[in-house]
């Protein structure tokens, strides 16, 4: 059963350390997308890949946040330096364009303190 | 700026009654409408979806009701169970240009009790 997977599932770090989460789409997905989870705001969209070139990264901080997708396997976002206001559930999620459901990885729950 | 508003936030039903989760949207370029189930420590998973073409689909336990004119969409399941406590989003797609924007709505926390 393919799957999103999101390394490292947990993350505690203290403020201004650089964060870097992981995401490994399913194979065969052209479209890769990167949300961030929290009481407030619900889920929010940070970044959109489509055949690995970013197409919006219009929800990302640009000055703190950056996300790349090196290769057709990883996606990576990266925090720095963090911040105490960072500290949410980070979601990746895959999918092909059409009317195909997104699948997400079980995220990155980030501790910024 | 919420393009889809979702309630209620929290929903507390009978086991065997039925849980209604209503969403409304503004833009009319939207043309995807799905729904998602998270459980604790989860990601969001598809549970059912609808085109703007169709005013219901059912599947199993869940149905989505869909009224074009109203801007308007709704969850119904039926038969409610206590594995169906989850926090349920309904979702909008903007196709523009090929991009799949999917925007979510702020989530129904439901709590199924026996």
């Known amino acids: 059963d393919a799957r999103v997977t999101q390394t490292p599932r947990h993350k505690v770090t203290e403020m201004g350390q650089e964060v870097t989460m992981r995401c490994q789409p399913i194979l065969g997905h052209n479209t890769v997308f990167w949300y961030r989870q929290t009481m407030m705001q619900g889920l929010e969209l940070l970044a959109y890949f489509r055949n690995r070139a970013p197409l919006d990264d219009s929800g990302m901080p640009k000055d703190r946040f950056s996300a790349e997708m090196p290769d057709a396997t990883l996606a990576t976002l990266k925090i720095q330096p963090s911040e105490p206001r960072d500290s949410a559930v980070y979601f990746c999620a895959s999918g092909q364009t059409g009317y195909s459901p997104l699948h997400f990885g079980n995220g990155t729950r980030l501790t910024v303190t | 700026q919420q393009q889809v508003k979702q309630s209620p936030q929290s929903l507390i039903v009978q086991k065997g009654g039925i849980s209604i989760i209503n969403c409304a949207y503004e833009n009319t370029a939207f043309d995807y409408f799905p729904w998602y189930q998270q459980f604790p420590g989860k990601g969001p998973a598809l549970l059912i979806a609808?085109?703007?073409?169709?005013s219901e689909k059912k599947e199993g336990r869940f149905t989505i009701s869909f009224n074009k004119s109203a801007k308007q969409f709704s969850l119904h399941i039926m038969d409610s169970q206590p594995g169906d406590s989850a926090t349920y989003f309904c979702a909008a797609r903007t196709p523009r240009g090929g991009y799949q924007k999917v925007t979510f709505g702020t989530g129904t926390k439901l709590q199924v009790i026996p």
């Open positions: 609808i085109r703007p073409d169709v």
